[in-house]
């Protein structure tokens, strides 16, 4: 098993398919254009674990603000469907905890919608709380 960041367009690319699992709603010729974006605007980054084939996917940015300081949020977690419970997703949370320390992060944070309750036991499994609520208004349908 490796865990890295997809830089080049193919390493991108190879993400989808199991990225699409948790955004069924972004298309595969639009994926590498949209991330190449975020990336641009908002250091978005991939990461990925290998076992053969892509096993599990993270897109993430470091940033800073006045409530939080210096954090790494966490965008997208989602382990292959067919490969949950092997440890991959906690593989790649550990992987990601540690890259925020290493540059220098004081919080690592993340949103997961209220009817993920399989994705909430797995983040407070790994010590996350509970520290806030996210309120959302729609601005377009």
């Known amino acids: 098993m490796r865990i890295a960041l997809a830089r080049e367009d193919h390493e991108i690319q190879s993400c989808y398919q199991v990225m699409a699992e948790l955004r069924p709603h972004v298309m595969p010729d639009e994926f590498l254009s949209r991330v190449k974006k975020q990336s641009e605007v908002g250091d978005y980054k991939l ?7 892509v096993k599990a996917v993270a ?9 939080w300081g210096k954090f790494l949020y966490l965008d997208d977690l989602v382990s292959k469907s067919s490969d949950r ?17 290493e540059n220098g992060c ?4 993340l949103d997961s919608g209220v009817q ?20 959302t208004l729609k601005l377009k349908d």
């Open 47 to 53: 990461a990925y674990v290998l076992d053969g084939e």
């Open 59 to 67: 897109g993430f940015r470091i940033s800073e603000c006045l409530g």
């Open 85 to 101: 419970s092997k440890g991959y997703g906690g593989a790649l949370f550990d992987w990601l905890v540690e890259h925020a320390k």
């Open 106 to 109: 004081d919080a690592f944070h």
């Open 116 to 135: 993920r309750f399989g994705a909430h036991r797995f983040y407070l499994n790994k010590r996350m709380i509970i520290g806030a609520h996210h309120f």
